[in-house]
C-alpha cells in the first residue's frame, strides 16, 4: 500500500479502504543493471495486476463532473512491459524530467512510486499495466506521473510556507490549454492521484462560469454584429462575479467540516447553447483542502494593444476589453500554473472533430464537420491572438519558479520544447 504525506509516497501506511486491491502476476524483474538499487525492485510485488474499486469511487465522487469520454484517449494493442529496468529506462527517456527537476538517480530512488502511479493509472483507465502499449506509456510514464509530480512538489513548497499551528490554504494549481489537447483527462489523472492519499481536492473549469443561457442572451442580443460573443467562450462570457464569489470562498477552505458548493454548467441544456445547472445539482466540497485544480482554454490570457487584436479579427477589440477585469477574476488566485502549449492553434479544430467522431459511435448525438468547424472559428482568433504572449510571457502575474510548460504533439504527447 502507498500512502502520500508531505509530498512524498510512503510503503507502510495503510490506504483508504476503497484503495484495497487483489494481487496478480508480477512482471519479470531484469537483472541486467544494478542501478535501480536492490530494495526498489521489491515495490514490484505490490504494483502487480490492481483490480479495486477506486475507479467507481472517483467517477461518482469526482466533483460532479462526467467523465464519459476520457478513454478514447488511450488505443487498446498490447506492448507488453517487460521488465522493471526497462521501463525506468523508458522513464529517464522523457522530455519533461529537465523541467520537473527530475534525474536518473532520484527515479531509481522513487523507482516505487512511478510503479504504484502506473498501476494506479491503468486501474483507472482501464488498463492493464502489464499490457501497455507505447502510446499509453508515453501518456502515463512522460506526461501524467511527471506533472503529477511537479505538482506534489508545489505543494510541498506551499505548504512549507507555514508554521505548523497555522492554517494551510489551498494551492490553486491553474492549467491553460487549448480546447481537445487533453487537459481535462490530465486533470482527472492528477486529481485521481492526488486523491490515493485521501487528500482533499477541488477541481473547476472556467466553464462553471459561464452566464446563465438567459444573460446569454442578453450579451448576444447587446452585441448583435459580434459572432465572437454570439455563443459562449469568449471573454465578456462569464459570470465574473461568481467566479470570484466561489474561488475566494475555496480558497477559504481550510479547516475541517467547513462546507459549500461548487457552481456546474450544463453544456447540453438547450439544444446544446447551455446553461448553468441548478445549484441543487452542484457538488459539496469539505475542508480542508490540500489544492485547487482549476482548468480552461483561456486561464491566464492578458489584454494586448489593440492594434495586435485588430490585425487578427477587429471583433476582438470587445473581448479585448473585456479581458482586462479577468486577471482579478481568475489569475491572481492562481499560485502555480501549468501550461500546455502547442505549436499550431489549427489543431483544435482536428481534435474537436475528433471527439465528435467518437460521440457519434458511442451512440450520443454530436456536431456535423460544419458545425465543428463554426464552432471553433469563434475561438481561433482569440488563440492566435493571445496564445504568444501567453508562451513568451507566461500566464498572467504568474512567477517563472512556479510555472510549467509541457509542449505537446498533434496525438497530444510532450515533445522537448523547441
Known amino acids: 500500500m ?22 496478480q502476476h508480477a512482471p519479470v524483474v531484469s537483472e541486467k543493471s544494478p542501478f535501480i538499487p536492490p ?19 472517483i467517477n461518482t465522487a469526482d466533483n460532479g463532473r462526467r467523465r464519459s469520454k476520457l478513454l478514447s484517449f488511450f488505443p487498446k494493442s498490447p506492448a507488453s512491459v517487460s ?52 502510446a499509453q506509456k508515453v501518456r502515463f510514464y512522460h506526461y501524467y ?19 505548523d499551528a497555522e492554517e494551510i ?15 481535462t483527462t490530465l486533470v482527472y489523472a492528477i486529481d485521481y492521484l492526488f ?24 450579451l448576444r442580443e447587446a452585441n448583435p454584429e459580434n459572432r465572437l460573443l454570439e455563443l459562449r467562450g469568449n471573454a465578456g462570457s462569464h459570470d465574473l462575479g461568481l467566479s470570484v464569489e466561489t474561488l475566494s470562498s475555496l480558497t477559504k477552505l481550510s479547516r475541517e467540516g467547513v462546507k459549500m458548493k461548487i457552481p456546474r454548467y450544463d453544456k447540453s441544456a438547450f439544444s446544446g447553447r447551455g446553461d448553468r445547472s441548478d445549484p441543487s445539482t452542484w ?62 492553434p489549427s489543431c483544435v479544430y482536428q481534435w474537436r472533430l475528433q471527439a465528435e467522431v467518437a460521440m457519434i459511435a458511442d451512440g450520443n448525438t454530436g456536431m456535423t464537420d460544419e458545425e465543428v468547424l463554426d464552432f471553433v472559428s469563434r475561438y481561433l482568433p482569440a488563440y492566435k491572438a493571445y496564445l504568444p504572449t501567453l508562451y513568451e510571457e507566461g500566464p498572467n502575474g504568474s512567477d517563472p519558479r512556479h510555472l510549467l510548460v509541457v509542449e505537446i504533439d498533434e496525438g497530444r504527447n510532450p515533445i522537448l520544447e523547441n
Request: contains cysteine; glycine residues 6%.
Open 195 to 218: 486523491r490515493l492519499s485521501g487528500r482533499k481536492i477541488a477541481t473547476l473549469s472556467i466553464d462553471d462560469f459561464y452566464l446563465t443561457a438567459e444573460d446569454q442572451a442578453k
Open 169 to 183: 490554504p489551498p494551492l490553486v494549481i491553474g492549467f491553460s490549454a487549448p480546447q481537445g489537447c487533453g487537459k
Open 145 to 163: 506521473i511527471p506533472v503529477f509530480l511537479w505538482c506534489e512538489d508545489q505543494v510541498s513548497q506551499h505548504r512549507g510556507l507555514f508554521a
Open 283 to 344: 457538488p459539496e466540497i469539505e475542508g480542508p483542502l490540500t489544492a485547487i485544480l482549476f482548468e480552461g482554454w483561456m486561464l491566464g490570457f492578458k489584454p494586448v494593444p489593440p492594434e495586435v487584436v485588430r490585425a487578427v479579427d477587429p471583433q476582438l477589440e470587445i473581448i479585448n476589453k473585456n479581458l482586462e477585469a479577468y486577471y482579478d477574476a481568475w489569475d491572481k488566485f492562481v499560485n502555480s500554473w501549468i501550461v500546455i502549449k502547442i505549436k499550431d
Open 39 to 57: 530494495h526498489r525492485l521489491s515495490i514490484v510485488c505490490q504494483c502487480k495486476r490492481i483490480q479495486d474499486d477506486s475507479t467507481n469511487h
Open 83 to 134: 521488465s522493471v529496468q526497462d521501463l525506468f529506462e523508458f522513464i529517464c527517456s522523457g522530455p519533461l524530467l529537465d523541467k520537473v527537476g527530475l534525474t536518473r538517480e532520484k527515479i531509481a530512488e522513487s523507482i516505487d512510486v512511478w510503479l504504484l502511479c502506473g498501476a494506479k493509472l491503468a486501474t483507472l483507465f482501464k488498463l492493464n499495466e502489464l499490457y501497455l502499449n507505447d
Open 2 to 23: 502507498a500512502h502520500i504525506t508531505g509530498g512524498r509516497f510512503l510503503l507502510h501506511p495503510p490506504s483508504p479502504p476503497f484503495l484495497s486491491h487483489r494481487h
